[in-house]
Structures are given as C-alpha cells and as structure tokens.
C-alpha cells in the first residue's frame, strides 16, 4: 500500500534526503506560495462583507485554507521533488548473513525450534532473493564466527552467543570487502560480554546497516529465571553474609517458590518466596553462614516449579573468598567501665578477630590486654603511622580529646582515609561532644555534626529500636529471618546510658535509634563510609546490660558485637589487594586482573612489580606480569585468557626491588554452557538498538520478504546515489482530488456554490 | 478533740513523714551488727549516677531462715555501712572508676543482681543461700557478674561457705590463687601478702581468728579461665577498710586491704 501511494519502500523515505530538482531556488516556492495565499485571501476577505448572507469566518478560512493548500501543492510539483538515496550496486556487495547458532536457538517455543525456523526463512526466498541482486556470505554466529555454504549447516550447538565478537569480525572483513549490509538471524541472547559501544562504532564507522531478524516468543508462558546473585567478593570465615538474589517470573504469579543457597551439597539457607506478577523483578535476600576459609562455589536456586519450561536458568553459581585472617582492632578506654568488659567478652569467642586493648585504669596507668608483645603499646597509644596502621580496626572509648596529641588525632584520621580501617566511637562521659571531639580533625571523619554544647551523657534508660536501614541491614541482624530479627531487637533489654550524639550527616546511616525511657529519639549507631575506611558511632556504654539481663543462652550481645566489629574491619585490606571484575565467568573467556598496591604507609605504590601466579584446571600453573595503569596511581591490571572451564586461583605477589610489599589470593571460575541458559526469551530489545543505531530495521520473521528490497539503500559496501523523482507520486494527484472535492462538497453543503 | 485522739494523730502524723522522709531517701536503713552503728551522714552526692557502686550482698543468715527480722541485722551487714564508703574513696582518689559515693545493697531475687556486675558478700561463713537464691548466683556469675567473699575464717566458718556454694557451683573446683594471676597485677603488684586482721587485733596484734591462721586467697573460674568468684579466707578486709581511719589499726594491713579490693574490682571490670 505504501509503495502504490508513495512509488517507492518507505526505506527510500528513511534512509535518502529530499531534494527539489527545478532550477527556481527554493525560497522561490515559499515566497509563491506566501504570495498565492494573500491573493486567494483577497476574495474570501469580500465575501464575508459584500454578500447578503455574509459568510461564517470560520468557513472562510476553511475554504482559503484549502484553495491555499491545492495551490501549494501545484507549486511544489513544478519545483520536481526527487529523493536521493544511496543504493548498493548490483552484484558488486557482499551481504553478510549471521545466523546466530547458540544452543539458546535449540528452543521450541514457537512450535518448531528457533533454529528451525531461522533456515525456514532463509530458504524459503530470503537467500534466493538476495543472492539475484547481491553477494551472499552466510556466517554461524556463535562462538567464533564461521562462514558456512548452506543453512542446513546451522545445528545451534554452540554453548555460547558472542554476537559482539561475530559483528567485530565482519567490521575487520569490511576494510577489504564491499560488505554492503549485515542481516543477522538471533534471539538476541548476548551472555558472552554484551554489544559494547566499540563495536558498535566500528560497525557505524563502516556504514554498514544491521539488519536483525528476531526469533524465539518475547516472554514464556511458565518460567523462574534467577537474574543475579549479589555477594561481596571476599569475607572473613564465619561471617553471616547475605546473597542478594533477584530473580523473575513468568505464569507463577501469588504463587510460592523455595529458594536455596548451597555449597555443595549442603544446605546453607533456605526460605519460601511468593512471586511477583508475570516479569517483575524482585530480590530477596539470603542470610548464611560463611563457614571456614577457602575458595567457596556458593550456588543458588530456585527449586522448578511443576510446568516449568527451562529450569537450567533456575540456578547459578557464585564465587567467595573466605578468609581466615585474624584481624586486629585496636581498642583504646578512658575509664573502667563494665562495657569494655562486656565487648571483649563478647568478641572473645571470635576467631577472626582479635581486640587489643588499652585502658586507664588510674590517671597515669594503662593497662593492656590482647598484645601480642610486652612492647606493644608500651609507650601509649600509637604515635607512628606504622604502629596505627599495623590494625585493622580502632575503638575510641570513653577518652577524651585532649588525651591524644594533635598529631595522633591526625594519624586516627588517615587511619580511615588512607589505610582504609574501620574507627568506632563509643558514647560516654568522655566521648563524642563530652570528650571535646568538635573541636578536632575526627570531627570531620565522624558521621555525626556533634552537638554544640556539653551534658550530652545521660546515665537513664532507653530502649532501642531499629531504623528502616537498621531493619536491612546485615550487621544489625541478630536473627536470620527479618521479622523475628525486629523481634529480638524490640526485647532487647534497655540500654544503661546513652549520648546525644548530634545530627547524622547526609552521607550517613542511621541503623539504631535510642529511645529515652523519659521521651524523645536519638540515633544511636550510625555508620559511613569516609575515604577508604569507615567511621561509626555507638553512642551509649550501656550495652552490656543485654549480656546481662537476658538469659545466658541469649547470644543478642554477642552476635551485635561480632558482627559490629567485623563491619568495622572485614573492608580493611593489606598492602597488596586483587580482584576480578566477576567471580564467574559464563562463557567468557578474558579475565581482568586488577591489583592495588600501597606501600608501607599506605600511599599509593607506582613502582612495583606485580606478577600473579594462576593455578587452574588440569595442572594449569601461568605466570602473569601486570601493567601499572596509567589512570590509576598504585593500580595494576592485566587481560588474562582462561581458557579451560573450571575454577582458578590466583595469588598475586607485589615487589619493589627485592623486597616484597605483599601478597593476595583471588579465585575465579569459567563455567561453559550455562549462561545460554539464562535470558532465553528474544531480546527484541537489543536487536532493536543495534539495527536502530546502525541504520539497519528489525524484522520479525513474517516481514522479512520486504527485506530483500530495503535492504538496497545502504551507504556501505559499493553504492552509488540515484535521485528519484517524487513529483508523479500517486499520493500527490490523490491529495489534490481530494482537496479540490472537499471544496467543492463543504460550498454545497453551506450553500455557497 | 480529746487529749487522746490528738496524740494518736501527732502519732500518725510522724509515722507517715517518716515514712515518706525514708522513701525520698530511697535508702533503707540497715543497722550493723556488733560494731560502730553510729550515724552516719549520708554523703550529698548519694544520689549520683555512677558507673559502679559498691554492691553489698544480702543474704539470709546460717540457721535464721531466708528473711524477716533476720534479714535486717544479719552477718551480711558486718562492717556496713562504713567500710564501704570509706573503701569506695579510696577507688575514687585512686582509680579513674566511676563511683558512687553510697553503696547499693543487692537481694538475690529479681533482676536486681544483673544490674550490679560486682558483689561484695560479707561473713560468708554464715550465709546460708535458699536453692533460688543458690541458683539465682550461679546464673549472675555464668552471665558476667564478680562475687568477691570476705571476712570469714578457720575450718567451721569454711564449711558452712562451702555447704552453699557447692549449691552454686556443684562441679566447679576451689582453687589457690598463683600470685601470678592477673587479678594480683591489674593495677598494683601484689604478687607479696600478708593477713590482713579483723578488729582481733586491737589490743592483742593478733592477725588471725579462730583456726584461720593461713589467709587463703582462692577462686573459682569460668569455662574461659576467668574468675568468677574470688574467696578471701583467713582476713578480713572489710575490718580493714572500715578502720582505717582508725590510728590503731596497722596502716599497712589498710594499704593492703585497698589494694586488694580495688585490684578485684578492676579485674572484675576488664575480665
């Protein structure tokens, strides 16, 4: 319909630019058509005074509108309007077919498989009509792209679909080949990196239109599909960490699924979810235990559901480094209190974490607990960045400001900032605003604006309760499942003191609120993150009452204390830290290695030697030099090939000269064949952007004989540009009969003929 | 108005302004038994709220029953309340704790106990703990509490201790201190003791009482090896404390008996 009206496909509209061939200049015609409109306005303007039925002004206009409009039209007819296009020379291009021949286009879910039904359109005329006017290559797309002769070749086999890598290839073919156009036959299921924006540009920057044809149903009829599994990379050995797993639905909607963390074949967690309507993505979370150290495959799933058309997505793998480092938090108490007590009582039984302390027992006697040498901490609190700096964690009790130096206060500061250690403040009648901390540079890393003014340390009740954050949060999490979590929290007996500790900052959390028995609201435990570390307040001494008021089988105060701490220390890394962009790759082949080294006080190290030593399947043992990056001061990073699926570690060795500034361990893991699995409806969306930022169109696969014919104009390849004339569209004596008739009709009807 | 019914009324009247006088005090008056019951002025910063106070054990005494009149003037009362306010200016001048200036006296009932994680129990010798009050111990100690015993002496008074605590502690040994334990270096060196002498000695400069010749500094521990319970046997701090301002008693029996007590409370709040 839109050729007879317009004379030519609508891909002559859209891809050439209109152009007037008459040798009168353009502006020529508006000042004709301007004038033509001022002199038809003349009759009309009489009309409406000079008759004895003087005309409606609004049928006036209508009628010199339409005069105006016929005349216009006369006009641009005589000024001959073309379209020039650019069209592939016959014969002289190559079109390039993709076939994409992933395993994922071995699904039936249109009555035949998608790879099925690809062959059935390129045999069924595509290939034919292309082959009468173009040179026709035929690719498997897949993992490497390879050229075929015939589409029976095509068994989608290939466990993964590199798209990306397929394209790449074709725009490295175009630089000696008139590759004219691309058509590639897909689902548009992409696991193996994605479309990056370089190939994309590569591909634009040769002017070769994509053109895609989408197989495979836009969404299921009955399917869980597990999207992503959020987990912090590395975690100390019997932390409680949590999995973030999101995940969607399709035909289960109100309906109940289980949802498991194993490792192995042991259950680590498990809890049932209600599904959300048809593709809402939700997240839930699952809490665990971390278990001993090592490099853990933690895998995640659902559990199928009865009718469940792929249940190879329902189910993915993670991996973790749990670490049995015992770290070392330095604890520093102005006064004998029963909460120092309690907090190392409580953190006794932790065997990744080791709290030394210092307290003032008299007005000029420390004493020590948890050293490890009868030197340590001899002299007082830490004077020297290496002495700081050798702990991983610091807790500033109930002392003042005035007992540290300026430069000690300074050193607490980077001890945040630089070496990226954890500091918390407690409350007390010397901490926070008591202890004269506003004042000072760790005014700046708190997380709190202090208050003002003095008497903020009240020794009165106050109950606790959790904030929303708190509620979400892991290190408030004292119970597994949320609900009895708040629970526990709400029977948590008073505390014995509190602290006003001023107003939160806007980077801040609030994850603990006191509530004065005698009324009001204070934030009691807030945390942020501040330069490399993070800072916290607890601001109460009063904790301890939970240990002793609850039964002794209640492990509240226990559990808060241990995971509190190992908050405060689990994010602080040595002198050399690695890491991989992701722990798992799903048929992906590169891996990035990423190492920061810092030097002895934790600057930032740019002339080091890093090599990582890679252990991987089948005796597999590889050296690898890292490259500084030349962005990043103290980063080094190298592209690492993992060739065979299994699990890999790395230990990463960091040396200035001879002497060596650290070593970290990292394990990853290549796994083929799952991720063609996942995403497995058609991603009409990526084939959309690629044809639309290519200049190619999508086609769904009933379309795809107009493909042949629009597949001509395109700038790529040899191509010539042909100018077609448009003044003898059929559309054009169409619009004038119409306009002259609706004249004509509308003075009949008004009487005005 | 009769004569009478206006006495019976001015009766009344003192009675309920006592009782209202003692409930604004919110400090029950204990009378000590066999010593200086003199009054003593309540000090003004009684009512501060303090890190610690001096938690003074009341307990039913041996053969009396659990409560009533005796629990009023028992051997829990020895020595109240002026060796504690003596002692607990010595742990303000020479520690950095937190003190209250009165004492508090702790029943082991209710959740009273848990609030005060360092007991003082007086004259243990003649205690005699209820299976509630046996059990109620065992749970404060097993929790985090301190109980530091005093002031009983020889092989009778012993038994009679032991007679309850094996209540509380059924499977947990008595042990002898090593003068290398923390509890004897938290704060002051006292790995070299002596007795330290009741009132016995006013006039004879004898040190011991009965049998008790040896003073035994003994313990029980936790499963972590801490000290839960610390046994003075054979001396009697408390003497010591509450004459120190006595120019008669040895100035360094008092020295000892302060550095004692405050090197256990410092022990009880830092193990």
């Known amino acids: 319909m839109f050729e007879l009206l317009f004379k030519y496909p609508a891909a002559v509209f859209s891809k050439g630019d209109l152009v007037l061939l008459g040798s009168w200049p353009a502006w020529l015609l508006g000042a004709l058509a301007a004038a033509a409109a001022a002199a038809l306005a003349i009759p009309v303007w009489r009309s409406l005074h000079t008759r004895r039925t003087p005309l409606d002004r609004a049928r006036a206009g209508v009628i010199w509108g339409l005069q105006t409009l016929f005349v216009a039209l006369l006009l641009l007819v005589l000024w001959q309007p073309a379209v020039s296009v650019a069209t592939l020379r016959p014969q002289q291009n190559v079109i390039a077919v993709l076939v994409d021949d992933s395993r994922s286009m071995a699904i039936r879910d249109q009555g035949s498989s998608r790879r099925d039904r690809a062959v059935e359109v390129l045999n069924g005329g595509l290939l034919d009509q292309l082959k009468k006017k173009f040179q026709v290559r035929l690719y498997r797309a897949g993992g490497e792209l390879e050229r075929i002769e015939k589409p029976d070749a095509l068994n989608a086999g290939v466990p993964v679909t590199r798209l990306g890598e397929g394209l790449k290839r074709i725009a490295s073919e175009a630089t000696g080949l008139p590759i004219g156009a691309v058509v590639l036959l897909s689902d548009g299921g992409e696991n193996a990196g994605g479309l990056d924006l370089p190939t994309i540009n590569e591909i634009r920057r040769h002017r070769i239109p994509v053109h895609t044809v989408g197989f495979g149903r836009e969404k299921p009829a009955r399917d869980l599909e597990i999207l992503d599994a959020q987990l912090p990379a590395r975690s100390l050995a019997d932390s409680r960490l949590s999995a973030q797993v999101s995940f969607r639905g399709y035909g289960y909607g109100g309906r109940k699924a289980r949802l498991m963390l194993k490792e192995g074949e042991k259950t680590l967690a498990s809890r049932e979810v209600a599904l959300k309507p048809d593709g809402a993505v939700q997240t839930e979370s699952l809490l665990f235990n971390a278990g001993g150290a090592g490099a853990k495959a933690y895998h995640i799933a659902l559990d199928p559901l009865d009718g469940e058309e792929n249940v190879q997505n329902n189910a993915l793998t993670r991996m973790v480094n749990i670490e049995s480092n015992r770290l070392r938090i330095l604890y520093i108490e102005g006064e004998p209190r029963w909460e120092y007590k309690f907090i190392r009582r409580a953190v006794e039984e932790d065997r990744n974490l080791r709290l030394i302390s210092m307290l003032r027992t008299t007005q000029n006697k420390i004493y020590r607990q948890g050293i490890d040498d009868p030197k340590e901490l001899e002299q007082g609190f830490p004077a020297k960045v290496e002495e700081l700096f050798a702990y991983q964690g610091l807790i500033v009790g109930g002392v003042e400001a005035g007992y540290f130096t300026g430069a000690q206060l300074e050193l607490i500061r980077q001890f945040a900032d630089r070496r990226g250690g954890g500091v918390l403040f407690l409350g007390g009648r010397a901490g926070l605003a008591e202890g004269g901390y506003a004042q000072t540079p760790l005014a700046e890393m708190l997380p709190v604006v202090l208050p003002g003014r003095k008497n903020t340390f009240r020794r009165d009740p106050a109950n606790v309760e959790l904030t929303a954050a708190g509620r979400d949060s892991l290190l408030c999490r004292i119970e597994d499942d949320p609900e009895r979590n708040l629970g526990r929290w709400k029977k948590l007996p008073y505390l014995m003191n509190y602290q006003d500790p001023g107003t939160p900052k806007p980077g801040a959390v609030v994850l603990a609120d006191a509530l004065p028995t005698s009324g009001g609201r204070l934030p009691l435990l807030i945390t942020q993150n501040y330069g490399r570390g993070r800072t916290a307040v607890f601001a109460t001494g009063g904790s301890w009452r939970w240990q002793m008021q609850q039964p002794l089988e209640d492990m509240s105060h226990e559990v808060f204390w241990q995971q509190l701490l190992r908050w405060l220390v689990s994010g602080t890394y040595g002198h050399v830290i690695s890491s991989t962009p992701k722990s798992v790759l799903s048929d992906e082949i590169t891996v990035q290695l990423r190492t920061e080294v810092r030097d002895r006080t934790y600057l930032p190290m740019a002339d080091a030697r890093v090599e990582a030593r890679v252990l991987g399947p089948e005796g597999l043992a590889e050296t690898v030099e890292l490259r500084p990056d030349p962005v990043n001061e103290g980063v080094y990073l190298a592209d690492w090939s993992a060739l065979k699926a299994g699990s890999y570690v790395v230990e990463v060795a960091a040396k200035r000269g001879e002497e060596e500034m650290g070593r970290d361990l990292l394990s990853f893991r290549r796994e083929d064949g799952v991720a063609e699995h996942f995403h497995t409806n058609q991603n009409r969306e990526l084939l959309e952007k690629l044809s639309q930022q290519t200049g190619g169109r999508y086609y769904q696969p009933g379309q795809v004989s107009k493909l042949p014919e629009e597949i001509s104009y395109s700038e790529g390849g040899i191509s010539t540009r042909e100018t077609r004339d448009l003044w003898n569209m059929p559309v054009l004596f169409l619009a004038a009969l119409m306009i002259r008739s609706s004249e004509w009709l509308l003075r009949r009807r008004w009487g005005i003929v | ?271």
């Not at chain 2, 020595?79 to 742990?91: E, L, M, N, S």
């Not at chain 2, 209710?110 to 003082?120: T, V």
């Open chain 2, 1 to 271: 108005m009769r004569p009478r019914t206006v006495g019976f009324a001015v009766l009344l009247a003192a009675c309920l302004w006592s009782a209202l006088y003692g409930f604004q005090q919110r400090r029950p008056r204990y009378y000590s038994l066999f010593y200086d019951n003199a009054p003593v002025v309540t000090p003004p910063d009684a009512g501060e709220k303090t890190e610690f106070a001096f938690a003074r054990m009341r307990y039913p005494s041996y053969g009396r029953g659990p409560g009533g009149i005796w629990a009023m003037r028992g051997n829990w009362t020895i020595d109240f309340p002026k060796a504690d306010r003596h002692f607990v200016q010595g742990v303000r001048r020479l520690t950095r704790i937190h003190t209250r200036s009165v004492e508090e006296i702790v029943d082991l009932s209710g959740d009273q106990p848990y609030d005060w994680p360092w007991l003082y129990v007086v004259e243990p010798g003649h205690w005699e703990l209820t299976e509630a009050q046996a059990a109620k111990l065992r749970d404060y100690l097993l929790r985090g509490g301190f109980l530091m015993t005093d002031d009983f002496h020889g092989t009778f008074e012993w038994k009679v201790f032991m007679e309850s605590m094996i209540r509380v502690f059924p499977d947990r040994a008595v042990v002898d201190l090593d003068n290398s334990d923390p509890i004897f270096h938290v704060l002051y060196d006292l790995a070299e003791r002596f007795q330290v002498p009741g009132v016995v000695t006013f006039g004879t400069g004898r040190t011991y009482e009965y049998d008790g010749v040896e003073p035994r500094w003994r313990a029980i521990f936790d499963d972590k090896g801490r000290i839960m319970v610390a046994i003075c046997h054979n001396m009697d701090l408390g003497d010591a404390w509450e004459h120190s301002d006595n120019p008669e008693y040895p100035e360094n029996a008092a020295s000892l008996a302060y550095r004692i007590g405050i090197n256990y409370i410092i022990y009880a709040m830092t193990h």
